[in-house]
């Protein structure tokens, strides 16, 4: 099946913009679904997935955004959603012991939550607000690089590619922006 027999209410030339757009970011769109799946046919599979649900939400997309950045978000965001879906620890409600008792009974076992506990999630939180109220404090070119490369996930090159700079550059940002972000939450009082 072809990526765009998705039929939606856009005219042609947002097709053919789509089109030209999916053109220019197949190859690196690939080399992320590899990375990320570890896999040729899930890569493969991934960038499918990635580039159906780019169509139907196209609509989102801001003209002038690099297009490869929203389409690698769709990808982590729609490989994650796979990961979630298909782990079977995630599905059972329990596991079986591998050992039996001598009656031949399944003995089995809870499995404790990954949900943070009422204080953890009220810690994180602060910790989250603390490191914004920090990040806004930096100067834009290091809070950019830190943004796109901690948050966003985005590779050194693809963050030299929007800076319209070098790796090394880039490295140098990441690394003085970390420098001075760390310091900003600690004269905050931050718990780091």
Not at 147 to 158: F, G, H, N, R, T
Not at 161 to 167: A, E, G, S
Request: with cysteine; proline share 4%; glycine share 4%.
């Amino acid at each position: 099946m072809s990526v765009l027999t998705v039929e939606r209410s856009r005219g042609p030339q947002d097709l053919d913009r789509f089109q030209s757009m999916m053109t220019e970011t197949k190859r690196r769109a690939y080399t992320m679904a590899l990375q990320l799946t570890r896999n040729p046919t899930d890569a493969e599979d991934l960038v499918q997935d990635t580039y159906v649900k780019a169509w139907r939400g196209f609509d989102s997309y801001v003209d002038g955004r690099p297009f490869l950045n929203w389409l690698l978000r769709i990808m982590q965001r729609a490989y994650l959603d796979s990961r979630r879906r298909d782990n079977p620890i995630r599905r059972a409600e329990s596991l079986n012991s591998m050992v039996s008792p001598s009656d031949g009974e399944v003995q089995e076992m809870s499995i404790a939550g990954d949900d943070p506990t009422p204080d953890e999630a009220v810690l994180r939180e602060e910790f989250k607000q603390e490191l914004y109220a920090a990040l806004s404090e930096l100067p834009e070119v290091y809070r950019t690089a830190i943004v796109l490369c901690d948050i966003e996930s985005l590779s050194y090159a693809e963050i030299a590619d929007v800076q319209k700079t070098t790796v090394g550059t880039v490295r140098s940002r990441i690394h003085r922006g970390r420098r001075l972000l760390r310091e900003i939450m600690i004269r905050a009082g931050s718990q780091l």
